[in-house]
Every structure is written in structure tokens, then in C-alpha cells.
């Protein structure tokens, strides 16, 4: 079964920069797709960004773009999100999560605060 183990969030000022970890088992992850979403207080969950397991394509939010950075190491089966420029609205629990078809897997989460 597909486990996944988020870590790196923390509390940064505004213009600073975190790198999230996602650790992920139980899979060889091949044809997956590996995103991060985020979920902040009183708002729906919302897509961050996705990267192709196989092949490295990645997609990200337009609100994230040129910011974030998405990627993986395949031998270690280490999602990661690297948080450049942060702003306040990106305050929230980050989620990991891997797909295959119609399934889908969740991490427990971890909290980015970013202050003013």
C-alpha cells in the first residue's frame, strides 16, 4: 500500500524560501502522477502542482508558477517542492499526493505558515 510522509514546512517570512519533502512507499511509482496541493483555513483544497513519475513533465497553478518548483528523485522515492518568493496567501497545509487512474493517495500534510 502507497504511503507518503510529507516534511519541511515550517514558518518563513514573506520573500523567503522552504523545501517540502514528500516520502513516499509501498510502490515503484512508475506511470504515476505525484502532485502537492494545499488546503488553507476555510478554503476548498487546491492544486499546487504535478509532476510525472516517469518522464519528469511537470504543471503547476498559474498562482505558484515561476515561483515553485516541483521534482523527484526517483532512486530515493522523494517528492519535493521547493518554495521560492513566498507570500502570505500561500499560508497553508501542503498535501502530498500520487495517482494512478481512478486512485489516489494522501499524505498527512504539513503546515506553511508565511508572515508578513
Known amino acids: 500500500q502507497v504511503q507518503l510522509v510529507e516534511s519541511g514546512g515550517g514558518l518563513v517570512q514573506a520573500g523567503g524560501s522552504l523545501r517540502l519533502s514528500c516520502a513516499a512507499s509501498?510502490?515503484?511509482?512508475?506511470?504515476?502522477?505525484m502532485g502537492w496541493f494545499r488546503q488553507a483555513p476555510g478554503k476548498d483544497r487546491e492544486f499546487v502542482a504535478r509532476i510525472f513519475w516517469t518522464g519528469g513533465y511537470t504543471y503547476y497553478a498559474d498562482s505558484v508558477k515561476g515561483r515553485f518548483t516541483i521534482s523527484r528523485d526517483n532512486a530515493k522515492n522523494v517528492l519535493y517542492l521547493q518554495m521560492n518568493s513566498l507570500k502570505p496567501e500561500d499560508t497553508a497545509v501542503y498535501y502530498c499526493n500520487a495517482a494512478l487512474g481512478a486512485t489516489a493517495q494522501w499524505g498527512q500534510g504539513t503546515q506553511v505558515t508565511v508572515s508578513s
Open positions: 509501498g510502490s515503484t511509482f512508475s506511470g504515476y502522477e
